[in-house]
């Protein structure tokens, strides 16, 4: 079966300081991850995946997400956080047996930015 | 700006209406979706369309009817919802033979059943 975890709810976070959003996986194969951030009343947006063979992925509006295999983990980074950077966010796992059709979802993280 | 357009934006309806909710995208992606998100919560998946048939339903009520008529556009034809329907329904996009092709969201429709 294939699954992603987020064990934080809600991550605060002061603006110019680092952060980190925490996701585990599990998975049967290889691994197909992947980031979003959704704003209020918006939908999810792409942020990045994970690239076979890449420890460090880059996306979009300078967040990164590290991945590493021996803990099964794919935490996404930034290195200097933004107020605007508030959102909610979620990682992914897309299907790697079957059709590979579907997606499954974190519960989410919520991601405060404390001016 | 999304590449995965969702009309209409809002739609309000009583437990007796048909409405429609619909879908385009001009990506060329062959998997299409619909989802249910309540909020703060994960997107919960509802069908899956791969090359226009359906091939994936999570066992969602027969008040919701999808339709996909083609590769670029998608429907879920709304009948006789009850209040715990309200919702935003998001639709998205794939290609279904790559497997690290991400899904492209629309914003959703807001969906309000009194």
């Known amino acids: 079966a294939q699954s992603v975890a987020q064990p934080e709810d809600q991550v605060n976070v002061a603006e110019g300081n680092p952060l980190t959003v925490k996701c585990t996986y599990s998975?049967?194969?290889?691994?197909?991850l992947f980031w979003y951030v959704q704003y209020p009343n918006r939908g999810l947006q792409f942020l990045l995946k994970?690239?076979?063979?890449?420890?460090l992925v880059k996306g979009s509006y300078g967040f990164e997400a590290e991945f590493n295999k021996s803990q099964t983990s794919f935490h996404l980074k930034k290195p200097s956080a933004l107020v605007s950077d508030s959102a909610l966010y979620f990682c992914?796992?897309?299907?790697?047996?079957?059709?590979?059709?579907?997606?499954?979802f974190g519960t989410g993280t919520s991601l405060t930015v404390i001016p | 700006d999304t590449e995965v357009t969702q009309t209409p934006k809002h739609l309000v309806m009583g437990m007796t209406n048909k409405k429609s909710l619909k879908c385009e995208q001009h990506?060329?992606?062959?998997?299409m979706y619909w989802y249910k998100q309540k909020a703060k919560k994960p997107p919960e998946l509802m069908f899956v369309?791969?090359?226009?048939?359906?091939?994936i339903n999570e066992s969602v009520p027969s008040r919701f009817s999808p339709e996909c008529p083609n590769s670029s556009l998608l429907n879920l034809h709304l009948h006789a919802l009850q209040p715990e329907d309200s919702a935003l329904y998001l639709c998205?996009?794939?290609?279904?033979?790559?497997?690290?092709?991400?899904?492209?969201f629309g914003n959703g429709t807001r969906l309000t059943v009194t």
């Open positions: 998205a996009s794939s290609q279904p033979d790559r497997r690290n092709s991400p899904l492209h």
């Open positions: 998975v049967s194969g290889n691994p197909y």
């Open positions: 994970y690239i076979t063979g890449d420890n």
């Open positions: 992914a796992v897309r299907d790697s047996l079957n059709t590979g059709n579907q997606f499954y």
């Open positions: 990506m060329g992606h062959r998997a």
């Open positions: 369309y791969s090359y226009e048939k359906l091939s």
